[in-house]
């Protein structure tokens, strides 16, 4: 429970000898925020996509009892990796501060890898965030 402090001691000894060394650590367990924030692929749960296609990322707050405030979290997506300028309102038709993001058809490119994070907020508290890692496949051969 919160409040709870934990006493860890760790006792080393040779034998022979008299020498003996001894180390403790005090764990105290605090509230933490139940929330936790995820993303998913809409349409299948796998990583790689077509880069023809939609990309439809569906972003998520799961709140436990404890944590009521967060009925209506704000959301902000951003790009940590990748060659799109996702500030380019031409390229999705979601907003960047929208719990999904839907990134057009033929705006990845094939042969890439994307990380895009998304940050939640509750009230004044951050929720948390979460990163998803999108390969692209290789254009077809031939």
């Known amino acids: 429970a919160a409040g709870t402090k934990i006493v860890f001691t760790a006792l080393v000894s040779k034998d022979p000898g008299p020498r003996v060394c001894s180390t403790s650590i005090m ?3 605090v509230q933490a925020g139940s929330s ?3 993303i998913s692929i809409h349409g299948a749960p796998k990583s790689k996509v077509n880069a023809d296609n939609r990309l439809v990322l569906l972003g998520h707050v799961a709140t436990s009892n404890a944590n009521l405030s967060c009925t209506t979290p704000q959301y902000s997506w951003s790009l940590l990796a990748g060659d799109i ?3 380019d309102a031409s ?3 979601t907003s ?3 719990p999904n993001l839907v ?3 033929s705006t990845l490119t094939p042969g890439q890898e994307y990380v895009l994070k998304i940050q939640a907020a509750c009230s004044s ?3 948390g965030e979460a990163t998803a890692i999108i390969t ?4 077809p051969v031939g």
């Not at 692209?136 to 254009?139: D, G, L, P």
């Open 125 to 127: 508290e951050t929720a």
């Open 36 to 38: 936790v924030v995820k």
């Open 27 to 29: 764990i105290e367990i």
């Open 85 to 87: 300028d996702l500030k």
């Open 103 to 105: 990134l057009n058809p």
């Open 96 to 98: 960047l501060i929208s």
């Open 91 to 93: 390229i999705r038709s």
């Open 136 to 139: 692209v496949n290789m254009a």
